[in-house]
């Protein structure tokens, strides 16, 4: 098995979008205007080829495995999360909706925005690769690796066994989520 991890490119939009909508789920719906995966994973294509948001490609890494790829993971640090979030708030508003948007993030994190990977690829360390490659990022950056984790996510298995421990609470989009705070190894320390 030979797994790459590398940062996403425009071109893989067509990948991301519909996995990036299966994982946030009424997230995605929030964010895009949408009601259903369809439609806001067209929506999340088109911001997912741009700059300047949450769930661009500049923020994304993207993992192959023999050269297929089979997840991605979207990141970027706390203090830019209301202004990425902005385009989100504009579209929301140009389809007549409140622009109200709930930023995730934290100022002081690195934050694990979206973690995904295709059916046929779970349980084979993608996951797990991805967060490593986070947590990587996040330590050069000086700063901890966070996420959110709603109330039964089976993910949340992962996030346990790679080290996140909670951190808080946040309710988003009418749903009870959990913030995990990636622990620092020892040899880290």
């Known amino acids: 098995m030979s797994l790459h ?19 946030i789920g009424s997230i995605g719906w ?13 929506v999340v294509a088109q911001f997912f080829g741009l700059r300047g948001n949450r769930l661009s ?25 209301q202004a990425l979030d902005d385009p989100f708030r504009q579209h929301r508003a140009s389809l007549g909706l409140t622009p109200e948007v709930v930023s995730e ?27 490593a490659a986070c947590g990587e990022r996040a330590r050069a950056l000086g700063l901890p690796l966070t996420l959110l984790v709603e109330d039964g996510n089976p993910a949340r298995r992962l996030y346990e066994r790679s080290g996140f421990v909670p951190a ?21 320390l």
């Open 30 to 42: 929030e964010l895009t205007g949408t009601d259903n995966d369809e439609d806001a994973a067209h």
């Open 168 to 188: 808080g609470e946040a309710f988003i989009a009418g749903h009870r989520y959990e913030r995990l705070v990636l622990q620092a190894t020892t040899s880290e």
């Open 105 to 131: 993030a934290e100022a002081g994190e690195f934050y694990l925005d979206t973690l995904a990977t295709v059916a046929s690829a779970r349980g084979q360390g993608v996951g797990a690769a991805l967060i």
């Open 57 to 81: 490609f500049t923020n994304a890494l993207v993992a192959e495995l023999e050269g297929r790829p089979v997840g991605i993971a979207l990141a970027y640090p706390g203090e830019l999360a």
């Open 5 to 23: 991890i590398r940062p996403a490119q425009t071109f893989d939009a067509q990948f991301a979008a519909p996995l990036i909508q299966e994982a």
